[in-house]
């Protein structure tokens, strides 16, 4: 009988403390949904994410920059006014630059991109779309290829796919793309160009 007992306590211990587990592990996938460090000291990525956590990720950081692909008003103006006021109270950067949904590699707005990710003073850095998965993947992908001397295989490699079998065929065209063209059309993009970070 009291071994009983201590069995059933056991079994109910162990699915609270499994319960609560559950609870925390979910609380904490949707407060830092899809946040990963990318190369450490210089660029992380998430999705979108609540004011007060980008406030906090940035001081843990010491974010200079947070960079926002989006498209303007994407996540409804009141998110992106939040964003604005959480990141600035912080001293650090927001850059609302959306990435084109094209696997135009010649896309002037991907020349902004290139160009930004160029200047050491934006390091670190945190990146984000809504969802943390394709633009940022693209943003990244540019990242690897001009300023880490990577291929695309090995950024796409490199990323994580938050569950998914593979990156969508979107971003695998896109990062190809620029692997083929950008030292055509970004003659200045090199690793050498953030050498002063990373010696």
């Given at each position: ?24 592990a979910?609380?904490?996938?949707e ?8 190369e450490?000291?210089m660029?992380?990525r998430?999705a ?6 980008f ?19 994407e ?5 992106w ?9 912080t001293?650090?950067?927001?850059i ?17 991109h290139?160009e ?5 003073d934006?390091y ?12 940022t993947?693209?943003f990244?992908?540019?990242?690897d290829?001009?300023y880490?001397?990577?291929t ?5 490699a ?16 896109f ?25």
């Amino acid at each position: 009988m009291l071994r009983r007992r201590k069995t059933r306590i056991a079994i109910a211990v162990a699915l609270a403390a499994g319960l609560l587990y559950g609870a925390w592990a979910r609380y904490a996938h949707e407060r830092y949904k899809h946040l990963a460090v990318h190369e450490p000291g210089m660029v992380y990525r998430s999705a979108w994410l609540d004011p007060e956590v980008f406030a906090e990720l940035i001081e843990e950081h010491q974010f200079r920059c947070v960079v926002n692909l989006c498209n303007p008003g994407e996540m409804g103006q009141r998110r992106w006014e939040e964003q604005r006021r959480a990141v600035r109270s912080t001293g650090a950067q927001l850059i609302e630059m959306p990435m084109p949904m094209s696997v135009n590699v010649g896309d002037p707005a991907v020349a902004r991109h290139v160009e930004f990710l160029g200047d050491p003073d934006n390091y670190p850095l945190l990146v984000h779309c809504q969802h943390g998965v394709t633009r940022t993947a693209k943003f990244l992908a540019i990242y690897d290829i001009a300023y880490r001397d990577m291929t695309a295989a090995e950024s796409l490699a490199l990323q994580p796919l938050f569950g998914r079998d593979d990156h969508n065929v979107h971003v695998r065209a896109f990062a190809r793309q620029f692997e083929r063209r950008y030292r055509e059309l970004f003659r200045s993009a090199s690793p050498s160009a953030l050498d002063v970070l990373r010696y």
